[in-house]
């Protein structure tokens, strides 16, 4: 199509010149100077052509290399994307082990305060057993005392002091109730001295379980520090090649939409090119022109005019400035998405990642920073998408038109849903700081037919 454009222009301009007054040319000079200006306008349209084709050539094919490497990276791509689903799995893996420690230690805990508890009754018991002992042991040294001071009665001296039978009866059962007394209290003595020793070895086999359960918590605590270091290092690991994938697509992303805009300023000065040799050789319709742009600017602007006093005034309340509601669709009408708020951070394009996890090829513009400020959509058109990611956090798409569509990121909070017809100037959302972000702000982004692409042309003028 391209190549006919001269041709075209060519017999156009050729039909100018033979339809136009010739009163001024006279027969064959007429003639003559209409062939030679005729040959000459086709001498420089093959020279421009010539040039336009070897650098539109030239173009098209470092586009193709760049496309080749970008196909080559998206291979290497998927190799990293197979390494970060098995570091992903093995992080998962850390989380179940780290999860049954955790439910080993608590139970450790629990196991460690029964026999703290059991530590204290046991103590409890072996101080009373122990101070029973000590009591009946005072006891028998007071009886042993009494005995050594004053003598011990013997069945013989009963018989020979008794006075009667009856006498030596009394003083028989006198005698063998002390005796019994003695004998009893010896074998409770005995008895309290066996629980104290029964305690003692109590407490001994508490506090050997105490001190194993200790052990055994301290160990798991280890193991627990050693596999947090461990899914540490992998995460950090994970973050390295989401890093590399980031930086690797959009340096190839950037470099082909760079091309591509290279091959159309080739063609667009090309266009203009042709538009300035053919305005040369129309220089007789000059004044038509004029006035035909003239007529037609003026019934654009009464049109416009028309189209303002009939548009539906309807102000949006919850935006700053009550931003007008209207159904606006055309990308060189936009508004600002952040009413109030015209403060620009990062740009689109390439830039040291903010945080971890961000790109290194920003897609939009970072806008504002009041928390809970209302974002605009900047035309009006359908919500496709209203929800949350972990990159993007809470975050709506909306379509204008066929393949073009505006993006509005870490919102605090979402106020439209998927299907929605929104007007341009109605709130969206408020912002906010969610998924990968360092504070409260708007990224706002504009696609292409699924090609984020920079916002600058279509609201750069109203920063």
């Not at 040319?25 to 007429?30: C, I, P, Q, R």
């Not at 196991?111 to 046991?122: F, H, N, Y």
Request: overall charge negative; charged content about 30%.
């Amino acid at each position: 199509m391209k190549k006919n454009l001269y041709r075209i222009l060519a017999v156009l301009l050729l039909a100018v010149f033979v339809a136009s007054p010739v009163s001024a040319v006279l027969g064959s000079d007429y003639e003559s100077k209409l062939d030679k200006v005729k040959k000459d306008y086709e001498k420089q349209i093959n020279d421009a052509k010539n040039a336009y084709d070897k650098q539109l050539e030239e173009a098209r094919a470092r586009k193709k290399e760049l496309e080749e490497s970008k196909k080559r990276s998206e291979q290497l791509l998927a190799e990293y994307s197979r390494e970060k689903e098995s570091i992903e799995a093995y992080i998962s893996e850390l989380d179940l082990r780290l999860n049954d420690i955790m439910l080993t230690i608590f139970e450790l805990k629990e196991k460690i305060a029964e026999t703290e508890d059991d530590l204290k009754t046991a103590v409890e018991e072996l101080t009373a057993a122990e101070k029973q002992r000590d009591e009946q042991y005072a006891t028998m040294k007071a009886r042993v005392k009494y005995i050594y001071e004053n003598g011990e009665t013997t069945y013989l001296d009963v018989i020979l002091n008794a006075g009667s039978i009856a006498d030596i009866l009394n003083q028989l059962e006198y005698v063998s109730s002390i005796q019994a007394y003695d004998n009893a209290l010896l074998e409770r003595y005995a008895k309290t001295c066996e629980v104290v020793s029964e305690r003692k070895s109590v407490l001994e086999v508490t506090l050997d379980n105490l001190s194993t359960l200790q052990e055994q918590e301290e160990l798991e605590q280890q193991t627990v520090q050693e596999l947090y270091d461990l899914k540490a290092a992998e995460i950090e690991k994970l973050c390295e090649k989401m890093d590399i994938e980031d930086e690797l697509l959009f340096t190839y992303i950037g470099q082909i939409s760079g091309q591509e805009e290279e091959i159309d300023s080739i063609i667009d000065a090309e266009e203009q090119r042709i538009a300035e040799l053919e305005t040369k050789r129309k220089a007789e319709e000059d004044k038509l022109r004029e006035e035909e742009e003239k007529r037609r600017l003026a019934e654009q602007r009464a049109a416009e005019h028309q189209k303002t006093n009939t548009k539906n005034k309807v102000y949006d309340p919850d935006a700053i400035n009550y931003v007008v509601l209207t159904d606006e669709t055309d990308p060189y009408e936009m508004i600002w998405p952040l009413p109030g708020d015209h403060r620009t951070y990062s740009k689109f394009g390439p830039r040291k990642a903010p945080t971890k996890g961000a790109s290194t090829y920003h897609q939009g513009w970072d806008i504002g920073g009041e928390f809970g400020a209302p974002i605009v959509s900047v035309l009006a058109g359908k919500v496709i998408a209203a929800t949350y990611s972990s990159s993007a956090g809470n975050y709506v798409k909306v379509e204008h038109r066929d393949g073009f569509v505006t993006a509005y990121l870490h919102m605090s909070k979402i106020k439209v849903e998927v299907g929605d017809y929104v007007k341009q100037g109605q709130t969206l959302g408020l912002c906010g700081s969610t998924g990968v972000s360092t504070g409260p702000h708007l990224h706002f982004g504009v696609q292409i037919n699924g090609t984020y692409v920079d916002p600058n042309p279509y609201i750069g003028h109203l920063e």
